[in-house]
């Protein structure tokens, strides 16, 4: 857990855990893993709003939603047209691999850039 922490905290990529002599990454990637599956940091951060707002009030007419649609920059056609060349590719691969981080949980956040609270309570 510390090391997923620390991941978490520092921003710092899985593999340099190895050099911090807290555990080895993939020990502690293969556990963040299981544990997001298992939605146990989900419930850390929904037992965390509910401590808040018990201790301080969370002001729920503060918070806002906003969001945007528009259409694929690729087009997001199924039926795609061969490579224009390594530029296309490596464009692709670039958001290939956004989509890995996003599923993974985003694990390597900056601290100075958190993630967005999701305001959930269950009764």
């Known amino acids: 857990m510390d090391a997923i922490f620390f991941v978490l905290r520092t921003g710092c990529q899985w593999n340099a855990l190895n050099e ?3 555990c080895s990454s993939s020990s502690a990637h293969r556990r963040f893993q299981e544990w997001t599956a298992a939605g146990v940091f989900a419930t850390f951060w929904q037992e965390g709003l509910l401590a808040y707002d018990e201790f301080a009030g969370i002001d729920w007419s503060w918070l806002a939603l906003d969001g945007a649609m528009g259409k694929a920059p690729l087009g ?10 390594p530029r296309q590719a490596r464009g692709e691969a670039l958001a290939a691999h ?24 269950t009764s």
């Open 98 to 121: 956004a989509l890995r981080q996003a599923q993974e949980g985003a694990a390597c956040r900056s601290p100075s850039s958190p993630p967005a609270p999701i305001a959930t309570t």
């Open 20 to 22: 911090t002599g807290i």
């Open 76 to 85: 997001g056609e199924k039926n795609r047209p061969q490579s224009n060349g």
